[in-house]
């Protein structure tokens, strides 16, 4: 019906346009569903919009548009309101056409071609291999699934990828912590990882020499010592000693980490198309390649050592190292690499989900993709705040290298995936979110995931025990409750697309809520199992309607719909 109101408001400005009123007709017109039922079902604010180019008051040019409008059986009223809002009423028959056509798609209503088919590269999580997932990373994950479900029911074709980072200082920090722990020593260095899963992966090892990786590197890091140099000391002599024993016990941290990494996500009904190695990248030459095609364009340039990459004339606050005046490439540098390599795969957009903390590298990332002449504007960067975890009203603290923080297998555990999955959308991605782990456990209203999953759990408990076989006169449906019921059910579309397009899952986790209330609110103040079963047929079809709906909603939001609680 919207799409019918756009073309009828195009060819009644096209008509104000012949008579001199309007000089031309905007290609956007917004037309908005009404919130408040005594506004009509849809409104618009174009006259509001053209006023100026009309030359008279909003109100005035609505009451031409009102007046020019095409006769529509479809259309009951026109109303003006306010400075210039206008209104439109939509015909009980044309609404409630929308339960037919819920019931006859099924699980595919709500599909559109917004996208055409457009291809889309859709990065998340990403977080390092350095130890399991935590709280804060299922938020990314939850986020990103679900902006990945939206995209593709509005017509665009989406790949999920994780980008490994197992190469690179940190992950030397990890096999020598590992190693550590399996030489039991007691001289473990602050910034060496320290959580249980390092003894875990310590115990894995076999046929790996025992040695004293302190010997020649001072052991005190207290008093202003430098606990960087210390730490990259301890590497250094963890690679010499160990000789070729190093890369099996690298390996076997990064494959226990990433193996851990994978199986959460799975078990959170996250899917990836592919995981990309940053390895990958070094072995194939890819990231010397890359810093060479800068070069070779006048983008980098040599200081104290060092290869710098001219970001600032990208609009960056700072030049940037790519090569280390040791010679070794940055995580910059791979990640200029990883990128060129995302866009030379012929996607029509790339988008990145990264944490909040990584706003500052959004100018230096699009200035690599300016430099190496593809359009910046091609991928998109989502941020996304990580999740403050919060139980009996205390903040639970977190920190990964510490080894202090609650796992999403542990949140997993216990609140379940569906309570995860929509708390961790509940939210703008952008904004901070509080985790309730209390009110995420509770059975009652104020619990909304439980809230919109017993509305769907209620109607199929009707449902059960209806004996229902008579034709149904959709007509009938003309109280209140019926009524705001259905004028729901007509939204769904638009805030699909809407969700989609403004990567705003939140969007549609309220409008489940307020869906769910409204079928409360029908439920608590009308029968559905009566006497009259011409009505009782009626009202049968639209809570089937609605239960396809809270369904449809659901499982793009990676929520179960049970049919019992």
């Not at 200035?367 to 205390?394: C, M, T, W």
Request: net charge negative; proline share 2%.
């Amino acid at each position: 019906m919207k799409q019918r109101l756009h073309k009828l408001l195009k060819q009644t400005l096209s008509s104000l346009v012949d008579k001199g009123v309007l000089e031309s007709v905007p290609e956007h017109i917004r037309i908005d569903h009404s919130k408040d039922k005594t506004q009509g079902d849809f409104a618009t604010n174009i006259a509001m919009v053209l006023s100026k180019q009309a030359k008279c008051a909003p109100r005035v040019l609505a009451q031409q548009i009102k007046a020019n409008f095409p006769d529509s059986d479809q259309i009951e009223k026109i109303e003006i309101a306010g400075p210039g809002f206008i209104n439109f009423f939509i015909s009980q028959g044309e609404n409630i056409q929308i339960i037919e056509r819920i019931i006859n798609q099924a699980e595919h209503y709500g599909r559109a071609d917004v996208g055409k088919g457009q291809r889309i590269l859709l990065e998340f999580v990403s977080a390092n291999p350095t130890g399991p997932l935590h709280v804060g990373h299922g938020r990314g994950a939850a986020y990103g699934a679900t902006v990945a479900n939206l995209l593709r029911i509005v017509g665009f074709g989406v790949d999920c990828e994780y980008y490994v980072n197992d190469a690179g200082r940190q992950m030397d920090i990890l096999a020598t912590s590992v190693y550590l722990r399996y030489v039991e020593t007691n001289q473990f260095p602050d910034n060496g990882y320290k959580g249980g899963y390092i003894f875990d992966i310590a115990k894995e090892i076999s046929g790996v020499k025992k040695f004293n990786i302190f010997d020649g590197v001072y052991k005190d890091e207290k008093n202003g010592a430098d606990k960087d140099k210390h730490i990259d000391d301890l590497i250094a002599n963890c690679k010499s000693q160990l000789g070729s024993d190093y890369k099996q016990v690298f390996d076997l941290a990064i494959k226990n980490i990433l193996s851990g990494i994978k199986d959460d996500l799975d078990d959170f009904g996250v899917e990836y198309q592919q995981w990309f190695s940053e390895q990958s990248l070094v072995n194939s030459g890819l990231s010397e390649e890359t810093v060479q095609k800068l070069q070779d364009s006048g983008y980098i340039y040599e200081k104290e050592g060092a290869l710098w990459f001219k970001t600032t004339d990208f609009g960056d606050d700072l030049d940037r190292v790519v090569v280390r005046d040791n010679g070794m490439h940055t995580y910059f540098a791979s990640d200029i690499a990883y990128h060129l390599e995302k866009f030379e795969r012929g996607y029509d957009k790339i988008i990145n989900i990264w944490g909040a903390d990584h706003h500052g590298y959004i100018a230096r990332v699009k200035a690599s993709i300016g430099a190496l002449g593809h359009n910046p504007d091609k991928l998109e960067i989502l941020l996304v705040q990580f999740a403050n975890l919060y139980r009996g009203g205390e903040k639970v603290a977190m920190s990964t290298r510490s080894g202090s923080f609650v796992t999403l297998e542990e949140l997993r555990h216990e609140v379940g995936n569906d309570a995860a999955r929509f708390f961790y959308i509940l939210r703008k991605s952008e904004q901070h979110m509080d985790f309730d782990l209390d009110l995420a456990k509770s059975k009652s209203n104020e619990n909304p995931v439980f809230y919109i999953q017993y509305a769907h759990a209620r109607i199929c408990s009707v449902l059960d025990k209806a004996q229902d076989n008579q034709t149904p006169d959709l007509a009938l449906l003309n109280n209140e409750y019926e009524q705001t019921l259905i004028k729901q059910l007509n939204r769904y579309s638009d805030v699909i697309k809407n969700a989609a397009i403004n990567y705003e899952p939140h969007v549609l986790a309220y409008y489940l809520r307020d869906l769910a209330g409204d079928f409360h609110s029908y439920y608590n103040n009308c029968e559905f199992l009566i006497d009259d079963k011409t009505l009782q047929a009626s009202r049968l079809q639209l809570i089937i309607a609605t239960r396809q709906i809270l369904r449809n909603g659901l499982g793009l939001l990676g929520v179960s719909a049970p049919d019992k609680m």
